[in-house]
């Protein structure tokens, strides 16, 4: 059994790790995309440039385990900025363990010591294994995603 993971912030020398993970997060939605992506993306989310965009870590016997990119954002109805949860994937022999909730947990603490203190993010309806932990850690709401064809 490893370690229960601690949560960290991406770091340059974690390239290699994080494409890992994120691969099969976009594996797991049946996504592919260019390599500029994620080069792209990688740079952003470790860039103090992107202030805005951020990802963190999950660490367990030294390896990552799993990952999570958030954007902060404004917002109409509020005053300060909210925090959208983009991504989230934990490696399926770290799943029930923890690892999952400790990453949510550790979003919820970043954007409160931000003063985002709103957090938010879209699963598909039929992920059920995510759901089971989303359903204890945040409130469903009745809203619908539409998107431009």
């Known amino acids: ?18 494409a890992e993970l994120w ?8 996504t592919t995309l260019d390599e500029e992506v994620y080069e792209t993306t990688f740079t952003r989310l470790i860039s103090p440039d992107h202030p ?3 990802a963190l870590l999950a660490v367990s016997d030294g390896r990552p385990v799993g990952l999570v990119h958030t954007i902060y954002h404004p917002h109409n109805w509020r005053l300060e900025k909210v925090c959208y949860l983009q ?14 909730r400790a990453l949510i947990e ?17 699963t598909q309806d039929f992920n059920i294994t995510a759901r089971q932990l989303y359903d204890r850690v945040a409130v469903l709401t009745p809203f619908i995603k539409y998107v431009r064809p």
Do not use: H, N
Request: negative net charge; contains cysteine; hydrophobic residues 40%.
């Open 1 to 18: 059994m490893s370690t229960p993971a601690t949560i960290r912030p991406l770091t340059a020398a974690d390239r290699p790790e994080w």
């Open 23 to 30: 691969r099969a997060y976009l594996v797991f939605y049946e």
């Open 52 to 54: 805005d965009q951020k």
């Open 87 to 100: 991504d989230l994937y934990v490696a399926p022999e770290m799943r029930g363990a923890g690892t999952g």
């Open 106 to 122: 550790a979003v919820y603490a970043a954007a409160d010591a931000d003063g985002c203190p709103s957090v938010y993010w879209l």
